[in-house]
């Protein structure tokens, strides 16, 4: 339970380097300033939130959900990356409504592609 929880904290880290890197070279509004390291950080802060944090607001959030046939999942992400840039907001700048969503949607895409990746399954890379 303990290393399943650590392996996804490690994906859900590797895809928020990626999103946030992808997403401070591509989209506009969005600047990186920091070093590799508080990318790094950026990282881990949203493998935490997303493996520990999310599937508890997405519990207490299902009604809402309901309600709004999932377009509030997106303002659920929408409102973590938005802490994780008031954390970092000496390195990370995200300018705009229009920049955090498309921020959060990459970030959404790369963490359902790592949520296919089969965590009891295989045992040869962890």
Known sequence: MIR??????????ISGIIGIYLSARFIEGVKFSGQIESLIAIGIVLGIIN????????????????LTFGLSNLLINMFFI???????SEEL?????YALLLTTILIVILNYIVGLYPLKKYRGIF
């Open 51 to 66: 493996s520990i944090i999310k599937p508890i607001i997405d519990k207490i959030a299902l009604p809402f959900k309901i």
């Open 93 to 97: 700048i995200i300018e705009g409504m």
């Open 4 to 13: 399943n929880i650590l392996k996804k904290i490690f994906l859900f880290s």
């Open 82 to 88: 938005w802490v994780v840039k008031k954390i970092f």
